[in-house]
């Protein structure tokens, strides 16, 4: 059996993988990062210790607009 090769720019596969559904996503990362599911774990903690911090300070993270949310984690690295 012969093997063909295509070439394919970075950009297009890219924007390939852009248009798969999650859980393809989700297996080419698993492939692709070496013990994945550690940094899937540190992610899943973070995500938990952010609501967390802003309940303390009555804030509900998930109702946020992005830039809300980076100006909530701006101040509370900066505070001293």
Do not use: C, Y
Not at 29 to 44: K, N, R, T, Y
Not at 57 to 64: A, F, K, P, T, Y
Request: hydrophobic fraction near 40%; aromatic fraction near 4%.
């Amino acid at each position: 059996m012969t093997t063909i090769n295509l070439p394919i720019e970075d950009s297009q596969l890219v924007e390939w993988v852009r248009q798969l559904p999650p859980e393809s996503k989700q297996r080419i990362l698993q492939a692709l990062i070496p013990h994945f599911d550690i940094f899937e774990g540190l992610v899943d903690r973070g995500e938990d210790r952010i609501r967390k911090i802003a309940a303390n300070r009555g804030v509900d993270w998930d109702l946020l607009s992005e830039e809300k949310r980076l100006s909530l984690i701006d101040e509370i690295l900066h505070e001293s």
